[in-house]
């Protein structure tokens, strides 16, 4: 249901770009360091590190398209979002313990915003074949990952790895590609939440059919 109402409040932009050009965003040495601060790390088989090189992930296709997705908090009504921040909460216990009411609120709304932009993101292989989504954030299909017990992926067909799990910049690629900048929940009272994901491809695909499937 929340789902239903999470379409009436995101915006889209998809920013075709080269492998040469998004290999300049790669820079794994800075933002594993980043990865390994993170109380997930190691223990999501998404996120590093990984049992492979990533940049040969990426190395398999021809096409990147970034698509950048954003919400603002104020427009969504007090009530729908109350609903949103709640239900992640509730899912996902390691966010539900921010320093103040207002990094509960941001952190609830960008959980519900993956779980809905991340549907529509794997919707996209669907639609176009020969390639592969990128998720923004860690794999959310499970509430404990097997990698804490050192056992394989349940659903390994279902896992799908970030821009930031395999060493690239993101803020880097938002503000040079995109054009737009993320605001962080540690920074001044952020006014929307962005999610930022990719579709890999071995074919050239018009950017507006991806942003028409996105919107639809």
């Not at 962005?194 to 071995?202: F, G, H, Q």
Request: proline content about 5%; hydrophobic content about 35%; aromatic content about 12%.
């Amino acid at each position: 249901m929340l789902r239903c109402f999470m379409i009436n409040y995101v915006s889209y932009k998809i920013n075709p770009v080269s492998l040469e050009d998004i290999t300049k965003f790669y820079n794994p040495l800075v933002i594993n360091k980043f990865c390994s601060e993170c109380t997930k790390h190691n223990k999501v088989w998404s996120c590093p590190p990984l049992p492979f090189k990533d940049i040969d992930y990426i190395s398999k296709y021809k096409y990147c398209y970034i698509i950048h997705s954003k919400v603002y908090i104020k427009a969504i009504p007090s009530n729908i979002l109350s609903e949103m921040v709640s239900h992640a909460l509730k899912k996902y216990t390691d966010i539900s313990n921010g320093k103040d009411d207002f990094t509960d609120i941001f952190n609830g709304l960008y959980y519900s915003f993956r779980e809905f932009n991340d549907s529509k993101i794997l919707q996209l292989e669907e639609s176009f074949t020969n390639s592969i989504a990128l998720v923004s954030g860690r794999c959310l299909i499970c509430s404990t990952c097997t990698r804490e017990t050192n056992t394989p992926c349940r659903y390994p067909e279902k896992l799908r790895y970030s821009l930031e799990g395999l060493g690239f910049d993101v803020a880097g690629i938002v503000e040079n590609i995109v054009g737009e900048k993320i605001q962080w929940s540690s920074s001044i009272r952020p006014e929307y939440v962005t999610c930022v994901s990719a579709l890999l491809s071995s074919d050239d695909i018009d950017p507006n059919e991806i942003l028409n499937k996105l919107t639809k």
